[in-house]
């Protein structure tokens, strides 16, 4: 049991940096890829990345697990959503600021949550309301284009609008 706990701590870990060096390592990239093709190459390597998991987990997967009929909208939708969302993150740091792209992706908890709520009829507890209006709060102080003006950064609207696809794609998941 041990070993379980620190291989998935492990794992985690691992994701956590991977996830925190994508965006930075992504604004260096872009000036050389257009912002498309770079989403298209994360994902590209995901999907590898998955792929190959997949052939060394299958065998021991048990029919009820695999994807069926009932399952195939909400597939759908992830494949659609899985491919808008990285495209709006590369176009907003293309023209944003990394950081603040790093920071305004803790957006996907609120939309996640909102999602869950209005759709899918989710409870919310008062703990996860906190948080969600406290990440709401910094996500909008993030996205003004600076303190001599009330408009929002354009490029800040593009990682919102990622987000938002990703909290939509996370409950997609959940119902699968």
């Given at each position: 049991?041990?070993n379980k706990n620190i ?8 994701a956590a940096i991977f ?115 406290l990440i709401t709060l ?39």
């Open positions: 049991m041990k291989s998935a701590i492990i794992y985690a870990l691992a996830y925190a060096l994508n965006v930075p390592c992504s604004k260096l990239l872009l000036g050389h890829i257009q912002p498309t093709f770079m989403a298209g190459l994360l994902y590209l390597g995901a999907g590898l990345g998955v792929g190959i998991m997949y052939l060394f987990r299958h065998k021991k997967e048990k029919p009820e697990e695999r994807i069926n009929k009932k399952d195939l909208p909400y597939t759908i939708g992830m494949v659609l959503l899985d491919i808008i969302a990285p495209i709006l993150l590369m176009i907003g740091i293309n023209i944003g600021t990394s950081a603040n792209a790093s920071l305004l992706g803790n957006f996907e908890i609120v939309a996640t949550t909102v999602i869950a709520l209005l759709i899918f009829k989710e409870r919310v507890s008062g703990k996860l309301w906190a948080a969600v209006s910094s996500s909008i102080i993030l996205s003004f284009s600076g303190s001599e003006s009330l408009s929002f950064s354009v490029g800040s609207l593009f990682v919102l609008g990622a987000t938002v696809c990703w909290g939509l794609e996370n409950n997609c998941t959940r119902n699968i």
